[in-house]
């Protein structure tokens, strides 16, 4: 069995996040969808609804669907904010 693809990104990294709505096929499916390395976006899409988006300070973009993204988009806005980047 392959393991499941881990994505780290460091708080330093994040420019901005955002609630959107995801569409999977916006994506190219459910799953893991793209690279960071080389397509410059990657998404963890499980269902179509709620997700995060990153910006990141090198202009790639990182997605993630998640249930009810707004506290933690705030959260980490806060954190950016409070870092500086």
């Given at each position: 069995m392959l393991p499941w693809p881990r994505t780290s990104i460091d708080v330093v990294?994040?420019?901005s996040a955002s609630a959107i709505d995801v569409r999977p096929m916006e994506w190219g499916g459910w799953g893991y969808r793209g690279t960071l390395t080389l397509m410059k976006q990657a998404a963890?899409?499980?269902r179509a609804g709620?997700?995060?988006r990153l910006d990141?300070?090198?202009?790639?973009v990182f997605v993630v669907?998640?249930?009810n993204p707004e506290p933690a988009v705030?959260?980490?806005n806060?954190?950016?904010g409070r870092l500086g980047t």
């Open positions: 990294e994040i420019e963890v899409v499980l709620p997700g995060i990141l300070t090198d202009g790639r669907t998640v249930d705030a959260l980490l806060a954190e950016v």
